[in-house]
């Protein structure tokens, strides 16, 4: 396949930067590369190889030293907001927390507050409908603008086809789709629940910085919260090899830069294992666990 770059080191392209690198990559820079996906997907599928999706990087593990397949990186970047309507359309690779900063600096506009310094991009948002302290992607969501992988057309779906729920979307569910871009309403304030936590300084002073992609763990309830049973089986701060649970926050999964991906597997599995001996409770992966098992 004529676009493909071979034996592409992707270290950077996780915010655990384990070391792995691609069989085959490719990065979709304008929408004029959007076509290329579908033929390489085509190609891929006629092929028998396996394809993987990345954006901002910020929620998945990279567990494999080369990827046997390709990988497709999206880094499509451009956004506008009407102040008027108060319509924010955006390309799928911003950054959500960069968007947010600017709309209240640059367009007075504060409803996307709680996701000022939320790590991730807007694909990344709304195909794990991104959530923090009651404020949930889905919440503004009107449509996005898709890929349909399978037949080559582009698409839009509506909210009310997303079947959005707890940290998943139908894009999470279906795993057919390549988001270009989405559009949401931001005229009205819609909550999950309300909080009036300060969220910059909780995410400069009460959450740890380092190679991590934040929470891995989710919250098996409101009332039972990961980090919680972490610290109760004794594993705040354990470390095997190059990956530890920060001091910080114990549902924190980090990497110190030193070490290999099977550090990171042994230490979420020991977790696992511990909170359902002592709690009869399966701690449930937020962060992607990205293998080459097709």
Known sequence: MKYLEKNKNITEFSNFRTPARAKYFFEVSSRSDIEKVYQICAW??????????????????????????????????????????????????????EIAEDLEKKHNQDLWHRFIWLPGSIAGAVYGNAWCFGLETENNFVSCEVLNLETGAIEIILKENMWFSYRSSRLKEEKKYFIISACFDLSEKVEKYHSDVDN???????????????????????????????????????????????????????????????????????????????????????VQIITNKK
């Open 44 to 97: 891929a599928k006629s092929e028998g190889v396996s394809i993987l999706f990345i954006s901002g990087g910020t929620n998945m593990l990279f567990a494999f030293e080369e990827y046997d397949g390709v990988v497709i990186r999206n880094v499509l970047v451009w956004w506008n907001y009407d102040s008027e309507t108060h319509i924010l359309e955006t390309c799928s690779a911003e950054s959500i927390w």
């Open 200 to 286: 910059i300084d909780f995410r400069e002073n009460k959450q740890p910085n380092g190679m991590s992609c934040g929470s891995f763990f989710k919250n098996p309830s409101r009332e039972q919260s990961a980090w919680y049973l972490i610290e109760q089986v004794w594993l705040k701060g354990y470390k095997i090899g190059g990956a530890y649970f920060s001091e910080k926050h114990a549902n924190f999964l980090m990497h110190d830069g030193q070490g290999v991906f099977g550090d990171m597997i042994d230490l979420i599995k020991l977790a696992q294992s511990k909170v359902r001996v002592k709690f009869n409770i399966e701690l449930e992966n937020e």
